[in-house]
């Protein structure tokens, strides 16, 4: 469990070069275009550069959409805090019963934006589940996700676990429920565990630290929503705020979700959260703010003051060590935003996060809205979901790596975030040092369960690295990988 704080200066140590103030950054790139004067969205050194944006606010009334989860944060921080009607919006927060009724009003238009699971706008633009040309202008936040299991396997599974100072030691293997699935298989039961939606991080995260640990997750062929063939786990959908009855049911045995969702099995004691997902990957990306493409292309000075407040928010809730967390988890915890006892989301968005009664630990960086440019969004970050796509089958056939590039780089538009960074940077709003200038593409990245490294100009090399996974040629059928 990561123990960094929430200062900008540790967590800016990223190795990207920074310039001082990002003048060189804009250009003459339209926003109604692809956003930059060069087809690979690249500035003449190589920089992604800012869109140009002028112009009064098109659209000041917009609705958006969010799901009851901790990560919603820099939305109703927005809202409360002023930071929408300093930009002169006038927004209404509106929870969505599950991920596919949100991703539906986005695209219908009952919805101007949201809070979306990242995979969403992308899946949506390959035509994966449904077919929309959607983007993603920012992410929202870094971590905040968990596994979390019943108490009946958690009983199972302690006393193989090694122990460190009296708690278990941590992060802890799927491979040490290897026994309890072969156990039950035996015995005629399937191992169940929940997810929030096909394309979303919690599928992803679910599948990679279950073949981490040896267990086949299953695969997806065409049509099929639910991944099963050739599974060892049985995977399913749940949405978030219903995990924890669900697993109490005994409908699943675990689940993958969000915030306060995890905690809240703590509170009470139905299960234990076994990982989080910054063990699983190290700082990996969460939620974005999803809106349709012709949205932006129609109302640029709106979408740009829509994620300008968003980032004034997101620098609030990391300001100063967390110093206003203690506030936002009050705000949370109102019946209009996740509506969880505020204990339940302090448990986890305070900087610790408990597994079990008695082992609570430090977790400062379980929630980042605003360092180690948590809002910028990344190309890389979008093929890593591609990729996962492919691994497990919802993307059927091979690319080239030119493939995956294109397609992130049609959702993934941080073009759009630096025209709004720029203007808070300009302002003194936010410090030039909070903005990378980068290509859009992270350096490679570890600090993944299974120490495989990744490197998102690599995207093919990337899945050829896993033990379980399609490899190069592979497809599904009902009847299994060939």
Request: aromatic residues 10%.
């Amino acid at each position: 469990m990561s123990t960094r704080g929430f200062d900008g200066v540790s967590f800016r140590r990223t190795g990207f070069a920074r310039r001082g103030v990002i003048v060189a950054m804009l250009a003459s790139a339209a926003l109604a275009g692809c956003g930059s004067g060069h087809k690979d969205g690249t500035a003449p050194d190589g920089a992604v550069q800012a869109a140009n944006v002028d112009g009064s606010i098109e659209k000041p009334n917009l609705k958006l959409g969010f799901i009851k989860l901790t990560d919603m944060a820099p939305l109703a921080i927005a809202k409360e805090k002023g930071f929408f009607a300093e930009e002169g919006l006038n927004v209404t927060l509106e929870p969505q019963a599950n991920w596919k009724v949100l991703l539906d009003g986005v695209i219908g238009g009952q919805l101007d934006a949201a809070h979306m699971l990242a995979g969403q706008p992308i899946a949506a633009t390959i035509g994966y589940g449904t077919k929309a040309d959607l983007i993603a202008p920012m992410s929202l936040d870094l971590n905040g996700n968990a596994i979390t299991v019943s108490n009946k396997v958690w009983a199972e599974i302690k006393p193989t676990l090694p122990m460190e100072g009296g708690k278990v030691r941590h992060p802890i293997s799927a491979s040490v429920l290897k026994p309890v699935v072969a156990k039950w298989q035996s015995q005629g039961k399937s191992f169940k565990m929940g997810m929030v939606f096909p394309v979303s991080t919690h599928n992803y995260e679910l599948r990679y630290w279950l073949a981490a640990g040896g267990l086949n997750p299953g695969y997806y062929t065409e049509g099929d929503v639910a991944g099963t063939v050739g599974a060892d786990v049985q995977l399913s959908v749940t949405p978030p705020p219903q995990m924890p009855a669900t697993m109490e049911a005994g409908t699943i045995d675990g689940y993958c979700v969000g915030e306060p969702w995890n905690q809240a099995a703590v509170q009470k004691k139905i299960g234990v959260p076994i990982i989080t997902d910054n063990e699983i990957w190290n700082d990996n990306p969460e939620k974005v703010l999803g809106l349709r493409k012709d949205f932006a292309e129609k109302n640029p000075a709106t979408t740009a003051a829509l994620i300008r407040a968003i980032i004034k928010a997101q620098q609030w809730l990391d300001a100063e060590g967390g110093k206003n967390r203690a506030e936002a988890v009050k705000i949370l915890a109102q019946s209009n935003y996740v509506g969880a006892d505020a204990a339940v989301i302090a448990a986890s968005m305070t900087g610790k996060f408990t597994f079990e009664p008695g082992d609570t630990r430090d977790a400062a960086g379980f929630n980042i809205f605003f360092d180690k440019y948590a809002g910028y969004p990344f190309y890389s970050d979008a093929v890593w979901y591609l990729t996962q796509m492919r691994r497990w089958g919802q993307i059927p056939a091979d690319h080239d790596d030119q493939w995956y590039f294109d397609r992130a780089k049609a959702v993934y538009r941080p073009d759009l975030y630096l025209a709004a960074a720029k203007k808070l940077v300009d302002a003194g709003t936010i410090p030039a040092a909070a903005v990378p200038e980068t290509d859009g593409f992270r350096p490679a990245q570890s600090g993944f369960i299974d120490g495989v490294t990744y490197d998102g100009k690599q995207p093919n090399a990337y899945l050829a690295k896993f033990a379980i996974g399609l490899k190069q040629g592979q497809t599904v059928t009902a009847a299994g990988v060939k």
